[in-house]
């Protein structure tokens, strides 16, 4: 187990190490099938916000750009449901410029969140099989209404990098991605008003 600022993660190297309560909400909604050639991980974040707030950020499938600070722009080909496809411009700087991705699950009841990447021109080919999962769960933090996003992954390793190379990859841009989520959830909490979301 790793533990670095609020996160605590686990790849199919390491021993878990989560809290019980953790375990249980991976054990029941992150179930990948990892095979020889595939790492997989699991980050958590708490969030000083309540649940509604967060998990209206993350089911933006058509705007991630709310919170993800590597996208650009996203572009949504008609109505959005499961299966449908969004077009996304990566930010310069980073080892991409588009990503295609497919909406897998998006649970409003569950607060469950699932997408794969299908194409684009980036680090993670889309014969690389990536998917992740995004759950939300209510907790509570210093006596007020908190957070707790999960966030799992699998995906092939690229030819020429090892299995630790391509979780810290990923891992490193899942935290930065559950850092700005924190920070743009907690500082609408504060405001006590989600107006302001859109114009972010």
């Known amino acids: 187990m790793m533990v670095t600022d609020d996160y605590l993660t686990a790849n199919v190297h390491g021993n878990g190490g989560y809290g019980k309560t953790e375990e249980d909400y991976i054990k029941r909604h992150h179930k990948h099938e990892v095979r020889d050639h595939q790492c997989s991980s699991s980050l958590v974040k708490h969030i000083r916000a309540p649940v509604p707030l967060v998990w209206s950020l993350v089911r933006s499938f058509d705007q991630p750009q709310k919170y993800k600070p590597f996208v650009s722009r996203c572009i949504v080909q008609g109505d959005l449901q499961i299966g449908s496809v969004r077009e996304v411009n990566v930010k310069s700087g980073l080892p991409a410029t588009t990503s295609t991705e497919r909406l897998e699950q998006l649970d409003d009841e569950e607060h469950i969140f699932s997408m794969r990447i299908v194409g684009g021109d980036h680090r993670l080919k889309a014969n690389t099989n990536y998917s992740s999962i995004i759950t939300v769960h209510p907790e ?58 859109d114009r972010i």
């Open 140 to 197: 509570v933090i210093e006596g007020r209404p908190g957070t707790m996003v999960i966030e799992s992954f699998v995906v092939d390793v690229p030819d020429g990098n090892t299995k630790d190379e391509t979780c810290y990859f990923v891992e490193a841009l899942i935290k930065c991605n559950l850092k700005s989520l924190s920070d743009v959830s907690e500082r609408l909490a504060v405001q006590d008003r989600t107006e302001p979301i």
